[in-house]
C-alpha cells in the first residue's frame, strides 16, 4: 500500500505533544465499520487493536447503532449524572440478568466516572475506607491507570514518571513467572506481611491484572491467581481484579477472573462495557464494603446514558446464549495457531508467543524489533500496537467479532511484516 503523506499540519501545530498512537499511523482516518477503518484517501486498515480493547464488538457495530440512534432520536437523556433514568435502569437490569446472576455474584455497581481510570480510583479509595489503611500491593508491569491513585499502582517507569511527584502508599511485588519459576509463589510477599520488622506498611488490598496488557501480555495462570486470593484471605487484604481491558470477554468469559475460580472483593471494569467505544466505567465489589456516603466519591460524567443504551443492547445481543465465549476461544485458537506459525519460522531470532482468548504478544530477542514490525504492518494495512516496558512486544487484540477470514488476512500481513523486519 502506497500512503500519501496526508495534510498533518493542524495536529501537529495546534495538538499536543502528548499524542502517541497517531505517531504511529500517519494518516487521517475518517470511517470504520467492523474490523476495518479507511482513511480520507480511501486506503482500507484491518484494525488489530480495536480501541484498546474499547470495541470488542467492531467499529460502529449495526445492533447497537441502532439502538443508540432510536434512542437519541426520541430525545433520551444523555447527561444524567446519578439521576434515576430508563436507560440506566434497562441497563442496570439487564448486567444483572445476563452477567451477574447466572455467575451468581453479588456484586454492588457504582458509576465512578466514564473511564478506567476513573474506576480504579474508586477500587483504592473504597478499599482504603473500608481496611482504614493506606498501603495496596500492585505487581510488576502492572497498569492502572494515569491519574495519580492509579498511576502510583503502575509499574512503567517512563509513565509513573509523568507524574511530576512521589507516588505514594504503592508497593509493588512480582507477577507470576516474573522470576521466571526462581522462587515459589508469593515467598517474597508472605514473608514481608508475616516479619514486623520487615518495613512493609498492611495493605488495604492487592489490584492485579489476570493479564497484563500494556505490561506485555503477560498471562497469570489459574493457579497464581488462586494463590493469590487464598493469600489476600489470609491476611484480611482485599483483592481487587482489575479487569478494565480483559474483561467483556476478552479472554473468553465475560469477567477474565471466572476461569480461575476465584470472586474478587472488587472489580474494575471500562473500555468495552458500553459496547461501542461510548465512555463507561464501573465499580463492582461486594456488598458489605458499600460504605459510601452519597456524593462521596461522584464524576460529571458518570452517568452517560447513550453508553447505557448500547452496553444493555451488547450484552442482550452477544452475552445471553454462551456462544460468544466460545467462539472467542475458537478465534484464540486460530490467532495462536497462526502466531505460533510465524515463532517457529523466526526460531533464529528467539520469536516466542503468549497470550489468552483474544488477546496475543509475539516477542523477539531484539526488543526494537516489535515496534519495526508494527510500523511495517500499518504500511500493508494492518493495525497493531507494541506494548510491554520496553515496547518490545507486537500486541494483537482483535475485536471478538472478527471473522476467521478477517483473522487469516491479518495473521498473513503479520507474517509478511516479519519477514520483511528480519
Not at 452519597?294 to 464524576?299: A, I, K, Q, R, T
Request: charged share 20%.
Amino acid at each position: 500500500m502506497t500512503i500519501t503523506q496526508p495534510d498533518l499540519s493542524v495536529f501537529t501545530t495546534l495538538e499536543s505533544e502528548v499524542r502517541s498512537y497517531c505517531r504511529g499511523w500517519p494518516t487521517v482516518f475518517d470511517r470504520a465499520q467492523g474490523s476495518y477503518l479507511y482513511d480520507e484517501d480511501g486506503h482500507t486498515f484491518l484494525d488489530f487493536f480495536a480501541g484498546a480493547g474499547s470495541l470488542n464488538y467492531g467499529h460502529n457495530n449495526p445492533v447497537l447503532k441502532r439502538a443508540l440512534l432510536d434512542y437519541l432520536e426520541r430525545d433520551g437523556i444523555t447527561h444524567g449524572l446519578d439521576m434515576a433514568t430508563t436507560a440506566k435502569r434497562a441497563f442496570l437490569e439487564t448486567f444483572r440478568d445476563v452477567v451477574l446472576r447466572p455467575r451468581d455474584l453479588d456484586y454492588k455497581v457504582m458509576f465512578p466516572g466514564p473511564t478506567g481510570t476513573n474506576s480504579v480510583e474508586a477500587a483504592l479509595k473504597l478499599a482504603r475506607k473500608a481496611k482504614g489503611r493506606e498501603s495496596i500491593v500492585s505487581f510488576t508491569n502492572a497498569f492502572h491507570g494515569m491519574s495519580l491513585g492509579s498511576l502510583a499502582v503502575t509499574g512503567n517507569a517512563f509513565k509513573r514518571a509523568g507524574a511530576g511527584i512521589p507516588l505514594v502508599h504503592g508497593t509493588p511485588m512480582p507477577f507470576d513467572d516474573y522470576l521466571q519459576g526462581q522462587t515459589p509463589d508469593f515467598i517474597w510477599f508472605e514473608r514481608l506481611l508475616e516479619d514486623a520488622g520487615s518495613g512493609l506498611n498492611k495493605p488495604a488490598a492487592t489490584i492485579v491484572e489476570t493479564v497484563q496488557g500494556e505490561g506485555g501480555v503477560n498471562v497469570a495462570s489459574p493457579e497464581w491467581l488462586r494463590g493469590l486470593a487464598d493469600l489476600c484471605a489470609r491476611h484480611d487484604m482485599l483483592l481487587i481484579v482489575d479487569d478494565i481491558q480483559m474483561g467483556c470477554g476478552r479472554t473468553g468469559a465475560f469477567f477474565s477472573f471466572e476461569d480461575a475460580g476465584i470472586v474478587p472483593d472488587i472489580v474494575t471494569v471500562s473500555k468495552s462495557i458500553s459496547g461501542y467505544g461510548l465512555p463507561m466505567a464501573l465499580t463492582l465489589f461486594k456488598p458489605e464494603l458499600d460504605l459510601w456516603e452519597p456524593g462521596e466519591h461522584n464524576g460529571t460524567f458518570r452517568g452517560h446514558n447513550p453508553a447505557f443504551v448500547t452496553a444493555a443492547a451488547a450484552l442482550d445481543t452477544y452475552w445471553t446464549d454462551g456462544q460468544m465465549e466460545k467462539q472467542t476461544l475458537s478465534r484464540g485458537d486460530q490467532v495462536e495457531a497462526g502466531l505460533r506459525a510465524i515463532a517457529a519460522e523466526h526460531a533464529g531470532s528467539g520469536a516466542a508467543v503468549r497470550g489468552r482468548g483474544l488477546v496475543w504478544g509475539l516477542t523477539f530477542d531484539d526488543v526494537t524489533r516489535a515496534t519495526a514490525v508494527c510500523r511495517r504492518a500499518f504500511e500493508l494495512g494492518l493495525l497493531l500496537e507494541t506494548s510491554g516496558p520496553q515496547s518490545e512486544v507486537v500486541k494483537l487484540l482483535p475485536a471478538l467479532t472478527m471473522t476467521p477470514e478477517e483473522l487469516d488476512e491479518g495473521l498473513r500481513v503479520l507474517t509478511r511484516a516479519v519477514r520483511e523486519t528480519a
